[in-house]
């Protein structure tokens, strides 16, 4: 089946420090990549999107890469601040808007 | 707007025993899905519900049984709990369509199977 493979599993930096999560889809037909942060015991909420037709995008800090040749997607968090932390997901979504593929997640900690 | 809720936020159920997860959204949302959440696997989808009427499985639907009450409410029925079914459980909705859009995730509920 489909699947979203996402590296690394753990993240640890200092604040301040860069934070880099990749992500590797499989569904070439997919078009529409959401990142979502959970912060401990809460839902996940969206941080940043990415549509197939753009290759960058960013929102202050955080920025968002897509190479749909290598079907790779990442997100870059810079200057990064202890309420940063928390879990991570990409995902990955086909036409049609509705079959929710998600990787496994990254945990984050930065260390003030 | 509370957006979506979803009760009840913990339950537990001994083996065998059945329950319905109950999702609601105020956001007048086409699409609405559940999805369960277990440690190291992150988010995996059991059904969605593209629109008023109609409903798919997702990855993972063996166990469960949905039905989309009216354009609001969407709920998650578990016939014969499984302790495998043990996991936090997620409802979302969203815009739907054909071009995708985010999803808006209630609070969960945590379900423990014995």
């Known amino acids: 089946g489909e699947n979203v493979e996402q590296h690394p599993s753990t993240l640890s930096v200092q604040e301040g420090d860069s934070a880099v999560i990749k992500c590797t889809y499989s569904d070439s037909a997919s078009n529409y990549f959401p990142w979502y942060k959970q912060e401990l015991g809460k839902r996940p909420q969206l941080i940043i999107d990415i549509r197939s037709n753009v290759g960058e995008k960013k929102d202050q800090r955080i920025a968002v890469t897509l190479n749909k040749t290598a079907k790779h997607f990442s997100l870059h968090i810079t200057e990064t601040q202890p309420e940063d932390s928390a879990v991570y997901f990409c995902?990955?979504?086909?036409?049609?808007?509705?079959?929710?593929?998600f990787g496994a997640g990254t945990r984050l900690f930065v260390k003030a | 707007n509370a957006g979506v809720t979803q009760t009840p936020k913990f339950q537990v159920l001994k083996t065998g025993q059945s329950m319905t997860l109950q999702c609601a959204q105020d956001m007048n949302h086409n699409s609405m899905y559940w999805y369960r959440q277990d440690p190291g696997m992150g988010l995996r989808l059991i059904y969605y519900s593209a629109s008023e009427g109609t409903t798919d499985k997702g990855e993972v639907p063996n166990g469960y049984n949905v039905s989309r009450l009216n354009k609001r409410e969407f709920s998650l029925r578990l016939e014969s709990a499984a302790p495998s079914q043990t996991s936090v459980y997620f409802c979302a909705s969203g815009v739907g369509g054909s071009i995708p859009y985010e999803q808006y995730f209630g609070p969960g509920t945590r379900l423990t199977v014995t």
């Open positions: 995902a990955a979504i086909n036409p049609g808007g509705f079959k929710t593929i």
